[in-house]
């Protein structure tokens, strides 16, 4: 028999006995934690709150296989738990007997897409959502999922639509208040937030559902008209293909899909990577969308729904002494014994005990501070270089975010994606050119004259840096900017520091050999600075050879070759390599 790939079992290698241990009781710790939330996640999904605990046992089982994380914990989370319903929702009606089946056909569409993903090595995907577009995308998640909550929380009836319709449904109906759901409900979140902040150790959801459950008990609260959990089936759920109404829907589960997974895997990333560095071991993204997969895949097949990593369950996770995926798998047989003995008790647990747990979950995501610290990545003298895109992170995360409030949660994040792109491009079609002055005591150093006046530009020499590719987006900006400052009285060369531009299309190469030409009609030469590789065989192959062979190793070099009396011969390319 052939050894098994280097990548299975990859986070279980070099186990230690002595690991067992805290590997047992961070599993004890996360159990504590992952049964309620999971059941209130599987609420947010619009299933039945059991389905939470059957899709965390195959994910929680099956992760290790394929992923890289030592300390990941892969179960139902609430963003892509709201993502799941407004995907399901949109191709059949919520609460329809067909709604468990769809859910669990997109985590298979999910699973597969994964998988997919990580075979043809496309990791780099994650990069597409930039960390302030999910930083908006979350607020605005937590603030749908929290007002989707309210209603459960006060025993009153919901509205449909968006975040601000929700919204103005519930304070409309706040005058048919259910008490005991109202007290219920407030108090489990209280206990939720006291805890947390008084006894961070104590898994505080799991005090909250313990509490509701011995509220409703006590007091009868399903007779006072609060709503209760009701009969949840014991047993562990059978394999089987979700039951799609039509085949012609299923291209409709895997386009909602791709924004799904995409959301999921970047979640789960952070939260592997934030361990990984702590622990000093590599975190593999492609192997990480193949655990994605295989965990969605396992959830799908036993009647699930989708799942990813958990930053806040991976906290508790490392912080309870988790050396590897053992602790997950202790998780998964303690949660197997949850539904075969204890599901009886989870009958009796109030919805508003489980909106509580939902809102304590998501309400510290709401990270207006955040949102607030982008705002102010900004100076005075960005604003004046880019104008209204110097705070593009800023834009980009409010946008998101009222795509979510305003729209949904795929369009919203879509909204994030397009805005980072297109203030992207603002910024480097219009790159600061800056005006360079040679730095007092002869040390070689150029800087920008506009933030160190006392720096010395050379009597007839304009020493300029583009801060930015040069590509067809930006050519035509440069060009004007180049033979503006080139045009002024006295100026006998030009100096382009190109060795911070990383890179360079055939438009740009042209617009320089264009702009050789025109300032040498004008008697002015134009040499360049830097020997970057590819810009280099770009401009020769494009054309521009009398730039390259104008091509200096330091600006000094340059400048020193555009002294009176020194001879193009004398100077250029006397340092190319």
């Known amino acids: ?316 996770n490392a912080g309870a002494g988790a050396r590897s995926q053992v602790s997950g798998w202790t998780v998964a047989a303690l949660t197997v014994l949850t539904l075969l003995i204890l599901t009886p008790l989870f009958a009796e647990l109030p919805e508003p005990a489980l909106a509580a747990v939902v809102i304590a979950a998501v309400i510290e995501l709401v990270d207006i501070g955040g949102l607030r610290r982008l705002y102010e990545v900004n100076t005075a003298a960005l604003a004046s270089i880019y104008g209204r895109v110097a705070r593009a992170d800023f834009i980009c995360a409010v946008g998101a975010m009222l795509g979510v409030l305003f729209f949904d949660t795929l369009p919203g994040l879509l909204i994030g994606v397009v805005l980072s792109v297109v203030l992207l491009l603002a910024r480097t079609a219009h790159p600061h050119v800056a005006v360079l002055g040679r730095v007092a005591g002869g040390t070689g150093q150029w800087v920008d004259v506009a933030r160190d006046p006392g720096s010395s530009p050379v009597d007839g020499v304009v020493v300029v840096r583009v801060e930015s590719p040069l590509y067809f987006a930006n050519a035509d900006a440069v060009q004007d900017r180049l033979l503006e400052l080139a045009g002024a009285d006295g100026v006998r060369a030009l100096v382009l520091d190109a060795a911070t531009v990383p890179s360079v299309d055939v438009t740009a190469a042209g617009m320089l050999r264009d702009t050789e030409t025109e300032l040498a009609a004008r008697g002015v030469r134009l040499l360049a600075v830097g020997d970057v590789g590819q810009v280099r065989d770009v401009l020769r192959r494009a054309g521009a050879a009398r730039v390259v062979d104008r091509l200096y190793p330091t600006v000094d070099a340059a400048v020193a070759a555009t002294s009176p009396g020194e001879g193009e011969a004398a100077g250029d390319g006397a340092a190319r390599r």
């Open 1 to 316: 028999m052939g050894r098994m790939p280097a990548w299975f079992l990859g986070s279980l290698r070099g186990y230690r006995r002595s690991w067992l241990r805290r590997d047992l009781v961070a599993g004890l710790t996360v159990w504590a934690v992952l049964i309620p939330e999971s059941l209130a996640y599987a609420s947010i999904a619009g299933v039945s709150p059991v389905i939470g605990l059957y899709a965390a046992i195959p994910a929680l089982l099956l992760y290790p296989l394929l992923g890289s994380s030592r300390h990941v914990v892969v179960g139902p989370m609430s963003a892509t738990a709201a993502l799941s319903a407004g995907v399901v929702g949109g191709i059949v009606s919520n609460g329809s007997g067909d709604f468990p089946a769809y859910t669990a056909g997109l985590a298979v569409a999910v699973g597969t897409l994964a998988v997919l993903a990580g075979l043809l090595r496309l990791g780099f995907l994650a990069n597409f959502v930039s960390e302030p577009v999910l930083k908006g995308f979350i607020v605005g998640m937590a603030l749908v999922i929290i007002v989707g909550q309210l209603p459960k929380l006060f025993g009153i009836e919901g509205g449909e639509g968006n975040f601000f319709q929700k919204l103005w449904a519930v304070v409309t109906a706040l005058g048919d208040t259910n008490g005991w759901s109202a007290l219920v409900g407030l108090g489990c979140l209280a206990l939720v937030l006291i805890l947390r902040r008084t006894a961070p150790m104590v898994p505080g959801s799991l005090a909250a559902v313990v509490l509701g459950i011995v509220l409703a008990v006590l007091l009868g609260l399903e007779d006072r008209g609060v709503s209760v959990v009701g009969h949840i089936d014991a047993g562990l759920p059978a394999p089987s293909v979700p039951d799609l109404d039509a085949a012609s829907d299923i291209p409709l589960l895997l386009s909602g899909a791709a924004g799904v997974m995409l959301v999921g895997f970047a979640e789960g990333l952070g939260a592997a990577k934030t361990y990984a560095r702590r622990d000093g071991y590599r975190i593999d993204a492609n192997r990480e969308l193949a655990g994605l997969g295989a965990a969605n895949l396992g959830s799908g097949l036993f009647n699930g729904m989708v799942v990813n990593g958990s930053l806040s369950k991976t906290a508790v």
